[in-house]
């Protein structure tokens, strides 16, 4: 990810309420609180390569294909075959006993946006809100993460590097 050289601003198109910072990173907006909770993110990353759109949605759509592009995916285990609200399961990571439960919120195949929570150890939540957005020689994808700081800023570069995959690998 590019947030290295991203500097902290005040907030667009208003100024960040309470105590939020706005920043901005590879075009996008991420917005830091601090609550009861904690310090807590929401940051979106995007990527845009030459794959069809449709082949993009469907490497979204069957949570077996999730490991072809994410790298840090070894296997998915999912109640049903395609995502869908309510669709339930369980992301296997890289290393042993490393998954974390997830749930479908919604999916929109017409505008190729979906959303899901993922439930991970310690009482960690997550909400990822994905998008596919066709353009003349393939498409772009945006993945908004919204949760803790430390682990939404320590996996956007792990979202990032993979939905370049996603939208590259041929």
């Known amino acids: 990810m590019q947030a290295a050289g991203a500097a902290f601003v005040a907030g667009s198109p208003a100024e960040p309420a309470g105590n939020e910072i706005r920043q901005r990173v590879d075009g996008g907006t991420s917005t830091l ?7 807590h993110v929401e940051l979106t990353v995007r990527a845009r390569g030459p794959v069809d759109p449709a082949e993009a949605w469907d ?3 069957r ?14 285990r999912a109640s049903a075959d395609t995502i869908a609200p309510g669709v339930t399961g369980t992301v296997h990571g890289p290393l042993p006993g490393l998954s ?27 909400r ?6 066709p353009d003349d020689t393939g498409c772009g994808t945006s993945a908004t993460i919204d949760g803790p700081a ?14 370049g995959r996603l939208v590259t690998l041929r």
């Open 100 to 126: 974390v439960d997830f749930t479908v919120d919604a999916v929109d195949p017409e505008s190729m946006t979906w959303s899901w929570t993922v439930r991970a150890p310690f009482g960690i939540v997550l």
């Open 59 to 61: 490497r979204y759509l």
């Open 33 to 39: 609180a601090r609550s009861d909770r904690g310090a």
């Open 63 to 76: 949570p077996q294909r999730w490991s072809e592009w994410a790298p840090q995916i070894r296997r998915v």
């Open 150 to 163: 430390p682990v939404v800023l320590g996996y956007a570069p792990v979202a990032r590097y993979s939905l």
């Open 128 to 133: 990822l809100d994905h998008e596919i957005h």
